[in-house]
């Protein structure tokens, strides 16, 4: 039998082939039993896949035992940007690690216990820290963010488990969620990238989730060479405030607000 009681959704969407919509769906019917973890998402049984017919228990066993050993690769397209990986940022228990080279402060949909909230961007984020998830963001455009943040958010820039760090040259997009599982692919940390937005307003995007120890080295590796980047503008906020203060001269003197 499966060394785990319960298994996410995301992998019962690879153990049966159906799409995350199809798996809501049977859950919701009651066709599927699952259970709602707390501050996380669906968790399902899979032997109660099994008895629907809609795995093997024999083909479940190898495949969670190559995922939890090896590790595995799940592409992404779409709207599945928010369903996925958004909602995977949702989920974090310890850390979030973010490599963007655009970052909004739109609104997000926050889903739970069959509700949703609306919140922006640094409330969300203030909400991860303020119940211990070490958050850390490196990115070209920090600035636009920061400001909202300054005025309407300052005790988010205050709490020592946020980061914010400047590097100009970082055009990557990488999420990585409690060092386990990451995002690598097209979309910046925007609304049309990852927000709740319909299929016609949005962007297209394209990415990668890869998980498992073999797996997720590469990316960290790679988000702590952005990070520790020497050329960088390391996130003292008043080095910050100083080159936002200017961009805020600058956008005043163009604009004349």
């Not at 958050?135 to 909202?148: A, D, H, N, R």
């Not at 910046?188 to 990852?194: D, R």
């Given at each position: 039998m499966l060394n785990k009681k319960y298994i996410s959704t995301k992998d019962a969407v690879r153990l049966t082939g159906l799409s995350t919509q199809e798996i809501y769906d049977l859950i919701h019917s009651g066709t599927l039993p699952a259970r709602k973890a707390p501050k996380s998402g669906w968790r399902i049984s899979p032997q109660d896949l099994a008895a629907l017919g809609l795995i093997h228990e024999e083909e479940s066993d190898n495949i969670v035992e190559e995922s939890q050993t090896v590790g595995g690769v799940s592409y992404v397209a779409d709207e599945e940007h928010y369903t996925l990986v958004f909602k995977r940022m949702t989920e974090v228990k310890h850390s979030l690690k973010i490599a963007t080279a655009n970052l909004k402060n739109f609104n997000?949909?926050?889903e739970y216990?069959?509700?949703s909230e609306m919140l922006r961007l640094c409330d969300f984020f203030l909400a991860l820290v303020e119940r211990g998830v070490q958050?850390?963001?490196?990115?070209?455009?920090?600035?636009?963010?920061?400001?909202?943040a300054k005025e309407n958010c300052p005790q988010l820039l205050e709490n020592p488990l946020f980061e914010l760090r400047c590097n100009e040259?970082?055009?990557m997009k990488i999420f990585i969620f409690d060092d386990e599982?990451?995002?690598?692919g097209s979309a910046?940390?925007?609304?049309?990238?990852?927000?709740k937005r319909a299929t016609g307003s949005r962007n297209h995007e394209a990415g990668m989730l890869v998980w498992g120890p073999n797996m997720i080295q590469a990316p960290l590796h790679h988000f702590e060479r952005a990070w520790n980047d020497p050329d960088i503008l390391k996130s003292t906020w008043k080095r910050f405030a100083s080159k936002a203060k200017e961009l805020d001269k600058e956008l005043k003197k163009k604009y004349g607000k």
């Open positions: 997000v949909s926050i216990d069959d509700k958050v850390q963001i490196v990115c070209m455009k920090p600035f636009g963010f920061y400001l909202y040259r970082n055009h599982c990451a995002y690598i910046n940390i925007t609304a049309a990238a990852i927000g």
